[in-house]
């Protein structure tokens, strides 16, 4: 999936399995080519995570003017092997440069190995969620402000998910796809409506409301306040009174009962 960094998606591709046009060898890099297809030679940057990031995209993006940032799996091909086997403190750093690409890896509370085309391995100051400034390497920066899209989107479509298990899989390939032109809608809404957002929540209210019919509204003789059916009482000889509704005789039904409303047009008359 191919999303902005607001969470707008821009294009996206359903894998069917290894015989797939993206599927096969190079499968990561196929995918990332065909969703970037009519963005290339046109000097955009993309964030991936590691499991589509490679040094040969790398470079093969290059040559087609688009920069890629992200994450790295070790075991890459082409990855170096000093960057992989450094032994690093915290807040320590390494990297290595190869044909304008860029592999680094930075120690955290963990290590984490990066590539980037487009930025190289600076230390810049950044501030955490508790408002703590610390120091961070520029493409990890970077990668964390535009590829909270993806997150984004998988994030709000779990707020209220409709997608259901079933055996046909187009029903619940089109049910997903609604949902993400219902979160499109959603985010453009918000968008361009300056001053007036809404919640995700009230948004689907609004769109359910405008898209499934009014219902009718109940006539005053049928007003819960007024209609409360009430039992005709005991009579002489110890038994439910019984009555006939008028309505219902007309209409063949012959069938008594022991309740009647007085606010009913059609008042029930003793048999």
Known sequence: MLTEPNGIIIKFAVYTGASDDLGGKGHAANVVLH????????????????FYNSYDLAQKLLEINTYCTGT??????????????????????????????????????????????????????????KGRETLKPLPIKQYNKFMSGIDRQDQMNSYYPFTRKTIRWYKKLSIHIIQMLLLNSYNLYNQYNIGKTL?????????????LPKPEKPSKSLSIEKNIPSTLGMGGNGRNLRKRCQLCYKNGIRKDSTYYCDACPTKPIFR
């Open 199 to 211: 919640s995700l929540y009230d948004f689907r209210i609004i769109v359910l409301s405008k898209i």
């Open 72 to 129: 790295l799996r070790a075991n890459r091909l082409n990855t170096p092997k000093d960057v992989v086997t450094a032994k690093l403190k915290v807040g320590e750093t390494v990297s290595k440069y190869s044909n304008n690409v860029m592999i680094g890896k930075w120690k955290d509370k963990r290590e984490v190995t990066y590539i980037s085309s487009e930025f190289e391995n600076d230390m810049v100051p950044t501030t955490n969620r």
């Open 35 to 50: 969703l970037m297809d009519e963005k290339l030679n046109t000097g955009h940057s993309i964030f991936m995570d590691n």
